[in-house]
T-cell receptor, first 113, second 118 residues
Framework: AQSVTQLDSHVSVSEGTPVLLRCNYS??????LFWYVQHPNKGLQLLLK??????LVKGINGFEAEFKKSETSFHLTKPSAHMSDAAEYFC???????????FGSGTKLNVKP | DAGVIQSPRHEVTEMGQEVTLRCKPI?????LFWYRQTMMRGLELLIY????????DSGMPEDRFSAKMPNASFSTLKIQPSEPRDSAVYFC????????????????FGPGTRLLVL
């Protein structure tokens, strides 16, 4: 069975400080993993994805994530938060036969000036 | 490309009325997805189509919900009759299809339709 857990429902950081949004998954097989961002009143937008290539994945707006199979994690990081990063972030895993997406419950990132 | 287009952006209706949500996917995309987002349940996949054919509708909550894709450039999600618990934001998304399967590909989301059933 596939599932994904986002460990924090809310994260608050100051502008200019690092961002860490945590995601753990369970999968019987090597999964495909994604991070999507949703700004207020907008649809979701892909930040980055892992599909069994390099384990360190770079995305848009300075975000990156590292696939760690031994820890079943795919945490999202950014060295320096910007006010425009305030949004909700979703970690997503696809099933081994690629026929379903499993969305995490989301993490709301607040960036303080 | 204009991206995924959804209409209407906002819909307010009374319980018992029929509601039709519309979606135009990105040209050339083989897959189309309908999602529902609520505070209580988060983001839920309702149904998806491949080449206009419904593949998995296991997420459709009940018979009051139906979805069609008469051609590659148009899909509808209909609720009849609507109930207050259907109030949510409904998203349409589309993606390309490859030999690796659709769910490895990026999904492009529309702006959503915010539905309020009174």
């Amino acid at each position: 069975a596939q599932s994904v857990t986002q460990l924090d429902s809310h994260v608050s950081v100051s502008e200019g400080t690092p961002v860490l949004l945590r995601c753990n998954y369970s999968s019987s097989y090597s999964p495909s993993l994604f991070w999507y961002v949703q700004h207020p009143n907008k649809g979701l937008q892909l930040l980055l994805k892992y599909t069994s290539a390099a384990t360190l994945v770079k995305g848009i707006n300075g975000f990156e994530a590292e696939f760690k199979k031994s820890e079943t994690s795919f945490h999202l990081t950014k060295p320096s938060a910007h006010m425009s990063d305030a949004a909700e972030y979703f970690c997503v895993v696809s099933s081994y036969n690629f026929n379903k997406f499993y969305f995490g419950s989301g993490t709301k990132l607040n960036v303080k000036p | 490309d204009a991206g995924v287009i959804q209409s209407p952006r906002h819909e307010v209706t009374e319980m018992g009325q029929e509601v039709t949500l519309r979606c135009k996917p990105i040209s050339g995309h083989d897959y189309l997805f309908w999602y529902r987002q609520t505070m209580m349940r988060g983001l839920e996949l309702l149904i998806y189509f491949n080449n206009n054919v419904p593949i998995d509708d296991s997420g459709m909550p009940e018979d009051r919900f139906s979805a069609k894709m008469p051609n590659a450039s148009f899909s509808t999600l209909k609720i009849q009759p609507s109930e207050p618990r259907d109030s949510a934001v409904y998203f349409c998304a589309s993606s390309e299809g490859t030999s690796g399967g659709s769910f490895q590909e990026t999904q492009y989301f529309g702006p959503g339709t915010r539905l309020l059933v009174l």
